[in-house]
Each structure stands twice: as structure tokens, then as C-alpha cells.
T-cell receptor, first 113, second 113 residues
Framework: RKEVEQDPGPFNVPEGATVAFNCTYS??????FFWYRQDCRKEPKLLMS???SGNEDGRFTAQLNRASQYISLLIRDSKLSDSATYLC??????????????FGKGTHLIIQP | DTAVSQTPKYLVTQMGNDKSIKCEQN?????MYWYKQDSKKFLKIMFS???????INETVPNRFSPKSPDKAHLNLHINSLELGDSAVYFC????????????FGPGTRLTVT
């Protein structure tokens, strides 16, 4: 069974702090990795793809460790607007991704003023 | 213009009824999906369609049937609704291929009484 595990939180973090989440996946054949963000009562939206070499987008850094089968997301200088649920998404590469797309249950982040 | 739209946004109905949720995307994508997000916020893929063909049908009850009149539309029909069907249903679209971002609609909150 393909699984993606995340700590559900909530993570309560003061504004300006750095926060990191991890996610583990069970299928070693997984090919593509993503972080999505979901605000309360809204649809998920892509935050960033995760590349093997690691990648950065402004205050956000994503890393992939294939050997240990985990993905991380680091948020620096956190803003109040970063409060949301962060979904780890893994695709096992079985074609267009429909079958292989597995979502974690999400990590709830609360940035406190 | 809205990229992925769903109607209705809210749907309240009684057990045993049959209902439909409509989805349209104007992104020119060739693959569309239906997801269910339950009360525990777990997002799980139900169906995907690529070029009007069902690619993967997850183990959902056959009371659920996707219908795609063209590649810009993927509607979800639900027969004999049950209490456990209450959830938020998201439509999404993407280009075929595991590395492509999925764009989600705003969701349809279904409540079965």
C-alpha cells in the first residue's frame, strides 16, 4: 500500500521564526514530489515541486532524500499569511499520475503574531 | 477567468437521492480528476480522465460515476446517496504526466442528511 506520512501538528510558530516539516513516503519507486498548500475551506494549491538536488523559492526550501524516502519543507522568516495546511504529495510515476498520486494528510501550521 | 470551476459549491440532500456535480476547466489540460476530502481532511483521488478515457478508477462504490462529455468537462454523478458520502469533492486538471502541477477547483461541499 502506498502511503505518505506527515505529522499533522498543529505547529504553533511565532512570526519571523523558521519552521520545518518532514514527510515520509513508502513507495521507493516514487518519481515526483510536491508540496501543496491548503487554506481553510479552500482548494489545495501547488506551493512547489521538489527536485532531487533540492530547490528554493524565496523563503521556502524543499529537499528530497531518496535513500531515506523523506521530503522536507523549510519556511524561513515565517509570515502570518503562511498559516495553512501543507500537503506532501508523491507520485509513483505510473503514467499520468492519477493512480500514483498520493496525498499526505497534511501538516497544520499556525503562525502567531 | 476561473481556471477550474465546479457547481454547485454547496449541496445538501437526503439519503437515497441522486445528484451530480459539474466541473469545467479552461486551461486546455488533457487530464481531469475527482478527489474526495473527508471530515478528517484526508484528500483521496477517486477518478481521473485522460482524453475522455477513464485512466484509473480507484476503489470507490459504483454509485459514483464520472462522465466526460469533452476534455474540458468532467462531471460526477452519485446515485443513492449515503450519509458517508458527506465530504468536500474537488475537481482538478493537469497535463498528462507525473511531473505536472494539478489545478484544483474550489470544491463542492456535499452534506447528506
Amino acid at each position: 500500500r502506498k502511503e505518505v506520512e506527515q505529522d499533522p501538528g498543529p505547529f504553533n510558530v511565532p512570526e519571523g521564526a523558521t519552521v520545518a516539516f518532514n514527510c515520509t513516503y513508502s513507495n521507493s519507486a516514487s518519481q515526483s514530489f510536491f508540496w501543496y498548500r491548503q487554506d481553510c475551506r479552500k482548494e489545495p494549491k501547488l506551493l512547489m515541486s521538489v527536485y532531487s538536488s533540492g530547490n528554493e523559492d524565496g523563503r521556502f526550501t524543499a529537499q528530497l532524500n531518496r535513500a531515506s524516502q523523506y521530503i522536507s519543507l523549510l519556511i524561513r522568516d515565517s509570515k502570518l499569511s503562511d498559516s495553512a495546511t501543507y500537503l506532501c504529495v508523491v507520485n509513483d510515476g505510473s503514467g499520468g499520475g492519477a493512480d500514483g498520486l498520493t496525498f499526505g494528510k497534511g501538516t497544520h501550521l499556525i503562525i502567531q503574531p | 477567468d476561473t481556471a477550474v470551476s465546479q457547481t454547485p459549491k454547496y449541496l445538501v440532500t437526503q439519503m437515497g437521492n441522486d445528484k451530480s456535480i459539474k466541473c469545467e476547466q479552461n486551461l486546455g489540460h488533457d487530464t481531469m480528476y475527482w478527489y474526495k476530502q473527508d471530515s478528517k481532511k484526508f484528500l483521496k483521488i477517486m477518478f481521473s480522465y485522460n482524453n475522455k478515457e477513464l485512466i484509473i478508477n480507484e476503489t470507490v462504490p459504483n454509485r459514483f460515476s464520472p462522465k466526460s462529455p469533452d476534455k474540458a468537462h468532467l462531471n460526477l454523478h452519485i446515485n443513492s446517496l449515503e450519509l458517508g458520502d458527506s465530504a468536500v469533492y474537488f475537481c482538478a486538471s493537469s497535463q498528462w504526466g507525473e511531473a505536472y502541477e494539478q489545478y484544483f477547483g474550489p470544491g463542492t461541499r456535499l452534506t447528506v442528511t
